[in-house]
């Protein structure tokens, strides 16, 4: 295996669980390795000491550029802290995906941690993707400053969330689908996103138990925001009425105050929320009748 490490792009084992000793040959090679810039570990049954392994040749390795440990259930907390260790120190990763690994809010936020220390020391090395689907990060991992989070490891109370990653590094897209971060989770994110230093373009929030309430904060959020392109709110729980100071009313009303002044968004998608046929067909209609600049709206 060692052999078969030079001269490739990507190491990949997937769907097939991590042999000791090969993974040992591949963590030394890894070592010094110049040519290895994407490394998938893909339902292989990896767990928090494999996390603290592959973190410790992380540390020196700045060739890397993707790490991909979707499907890995037993990292955990304690695994995805061993991996922000290494992630703040290392200068080469742009990519991280951690979808289903059993991460919560004390998880996200050992790394976003990580995350914003690197920015600050290195900031032209920032993280430009970071991939959560699937785990139970609720609103704490978003905002970690007046929540009781404490690293699983060392026990300190952690002070960042993925918000101040949004606002103090470059990243580009974040994938939070199948969470848990409910309507106090997005106004976290949105008073993030309505900062001018925000350079997030894609944000993903599929199946998070957003209601009205919550796409209240987004519509107010995307009036102001100056970054995104694409968001994503299907699965969720947003109905065709909402409430405001003008009473109640369908969703063109926000939809046109966020498009009157919004110049960067492509696409918003509201499919499989809990929206009427004839309130789906309503929208369209506008739609139809907005300026061709208007972005695509999935319903």
Same mark, same amino acid.
């Given at each position: 295996? %060692? ?5 490739? #792009? ?6 097939? !669980?991590?042999?000791?000793e090969v993974l040992k040959e591949i963590l030394e090679e890894l070592r010094t390795n110049t040519t290895v810039v994407r490394l998938v570990f893909h339902d292989a049954n990896m767990n928090h000491v494999h996390a603290h392994?592959?973190?410790?040749? &992380? ?38 995906? &951690? ?6 809010? !004390?998880?996200?936020?050992?790394? %976003?941690?990580?995350?914003?220390? @690197? ?32 690293? #699983? ?87 065709? %009425? ?20 919004? @110049?960067? &968004?492509?696409?918003?998608?509201? @499919? ?15 739609? %139809? ?8 709206? &999935?319903?």
């Amino acid at each position: 295996m %060692a052999k078969l490490v030079r001269g490739q #792009p990507s190491i990949a084992i997937v769907n097939e !669980q991590i042999d000791e000793e090969v993974l040992k040959e591949i963590l030394e090679e890894l070592r010094t390795n110049t040519t290895v810039v994407r490394l998938v570990f893909h339902d292989a049954n990896m767990n928090h000491v494999h996390a603290h392994q592959i973190a410790q040749m &992380l540390k020196g390795n700045s060739t890397i550029q993707v790490i991909n440990f979707n499907e890995n259930y037993n990292i955990g907390d304690v695994g995805t802290c061993n991996l922000a260790t290494s992630i703040k120190e290392n200068t080469g990763i742009r990519e991280i995906h &951690l979808d289903n690994v059993n991460m919560s809010s !004390q998880g996200v936020c050992s790394l %976003a941690q990580a995350l914003v220390e @690197r920015a600050l020391a290195q900031p032209s090395s920032c993280v430009e993707l970071v991939s959560l689907e699937y785990n139970e990060i609720d609103k704490d991992g978003i905002y970690a400053a007046m929540a009781k989070v404490y690293d #699983p490891i060392m026990g300190q109370k952690l002070h960042h969330g993925l918000a101040d990653v949004i606002v103090q590094t470059n990243l580009k897209e974040l994938n939070l689908n199948g969470n848990e971060i409910g309507n106090e989770g997005v106004k976290f994110l949105c008073d993030a996103l309505q900062e001018d230093c925000s350079m997030l373009k894609v944000l993903r929030l599929k199946r998070n138990g957003i209601n009205n309430e919550g796409f209240c904060y987004i519509s107010t959020m995307l009036q102001k925001n100056k970054s995104l392109e694409t968001i994503e709110l299907n699965n969720n729980q947003i109905v065709h %009425a909402l409430d405001d100071e003008n009473g109640r009313h369908d969703l063109t009303r926000p939809l046109a105050a966020i498009f009157a002044s919004n @110049r960067t &968004l492509k696409v918003l998608s509201l @499919r499989h929320n809990l929206l009427a046929s004839q309130d789906i067909k309503s929208v369209q209609q506008w739609r %139809a009748t907005a300026k061709p600049s208007t972005p695509q709206i &999935l319903l």
